[in-house]
């Protein structure tokens, strides 16, 4: 039976992706060695590590914009931290759009003042807050534009004269989008790219140097920029699989295509939430999310039989947050139209059967 995975992360891959980096596992393109024991310093892998960083500039339109790419380890949630400390001496501003927003604040306050601009956590963060002042002497804001748990989305960004910072972990590379209104952005891998164990960091030169306290090395964005990611020996398997995902990308005709083909599927899908009495969307409306959509079941009673009917027809990976409940459907670039059919057949299923 084909099985359907719509895991929130780490998540779907092209299957595509997975044949190739297996293969490279095995052997990388007729060398005779395998991916994971070679040198990180050898051609062959500096030139996976330059064609990654080239291909991610491309993808957010950002080549020769004065940004430079890094793939470096720790998660998104390194970032959290590493951000600050490279960027923020004095004030930042952070909107707190769920679970990820907050660990960001928790660790950007060890660095220095943190103003929660805005929040929506008084109604379980189910919609992205607008029409907040930004004070324009922030070092940075820092959004988070996709919550992967609450299932919201920002679709359109702030408008502000100080430095944009954001966590994209789970919507990077999703849609056509402005990149370069962002001075900094971060995502883990696992979600939209590749395999954990790297996160891509796609940040403007002129920020840096700014802050006047020292920094360890392996957190410093410019020593690794220097580095060209390889400060010290970097997730080879991880990096290799996120550039075979940016081919993909690239085969498939960028961004902007993929970016359609994701609106189809999460109109589908919001569409039947909508529509089927046994199901209610979680997330606002003007703020819904097109990589992870979180609906309840009308009747929690319905728990189990609705559960047995996905695990009947190949769909895994739906239950939803403990902070939310119910279901949270992933949609990733990589899970193709007919799973969300699939889903969407289970759901009228229900729909029948009551
Ligand atoms: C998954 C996720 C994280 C955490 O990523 P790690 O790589 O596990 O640290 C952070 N932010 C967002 C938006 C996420 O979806």
Excluded at 13 to 38: H, M, R, Y
Excluded at 93 to 122: C, Q
Excluded at 298 to 318: H, K, P, Q, R, Y
Aim: aromatic fraction near 10%.
């Amino acid at each position: 039976m084909k099985i359907h995975n719509f895991s929130a992360g780490p998540s779907i891959l092209p299957k595509d992706v997975i044949d190739k980096a297996s293969g490279a596992v095995k052997e990388l393109d007729n060398s005779g060695l395998s991916l994971i024991e070679i040198s990180h310093r050898s051609k062959a892998f500096i030139s996976i590590m330059e064609e990654a960083c080239e291909l991610a500039l491309k993808h957010t339109n950002l080549n020769n914009k004065g940004y430079k790419a890094l793939f470096l380890q720790g998660g998104a949630s390194q970032q959290f931290l590493m951000c600050a400390y490279n960027l923020l001496d004095n004030k930042a501003g952070y909107v707190n759009t769920g679970t990820w927003s907050t660990k960001a604040i928790k660790e950007a306050k060890l660095f220095g003042d943190v103003i929660e601009i805005a929040s929506s956590k008084e109604n379980n963060f189910n919609y992205i807050p607008k029409g907040y002042d930004i004070p324009s002497d922030l070092d940075y804001l820092h959004l988070t534009t996709n919550n992967t748990i609450f299932g919201t989305q920002y679709k359109e960004i702030p408008k502000t004269t100080v430095p944009l910072v954001a966590d994209m972990s789970s919507d990077i590379f999703s849609r056509k989008f402005d990149y370069s209104k962002f001075d900094l952005f971060y995502a883990g891998a696992q979600k939209n790219m590749g395999p954990a164990g790297t996160t891509l960091v796609i940040i403007k030169e002129a920020l840096l140097g700014k802050v006047s306290r020292r920094i360890p090395s392996i957190l410093d964005y410019t020593v690794q920029i220097k580095g060209g990611s390889m400060f010290n020996t970097p997730p080879v398997f991880a990096v290799y699989t996120s550039l075979l995902t940016l081919r993909w990308i690239e085969e498939k005709g960028g961004i902007e295509v993929i970016g359609e083909k994701n609106s189809l599927k999460a109109n589908r899908l919001y569409n039947e939430v909508d529509r089927n009495p046994m199901f209610k969307g979680f997330a606002s409306e003007e703020s819904r999310s097109q990589m992870n959509v979180t609906f309840n079941l009308v009747d929690a009673e319905l728990t189990d039989t609705f559960d047995a009917m996905c695990n009947d027809n190949g769909i895994s990976g739906l239950k939803g947050h403990r902070s939310v409940g119910g279901y949270r459907a992933s949609i990733y670039n990589a899970l193709s139209i007919e799973s969300v059919e699939k889903l969407i057949n289970c759901m009228q299923l229900l729909e029948q059967k009551k």
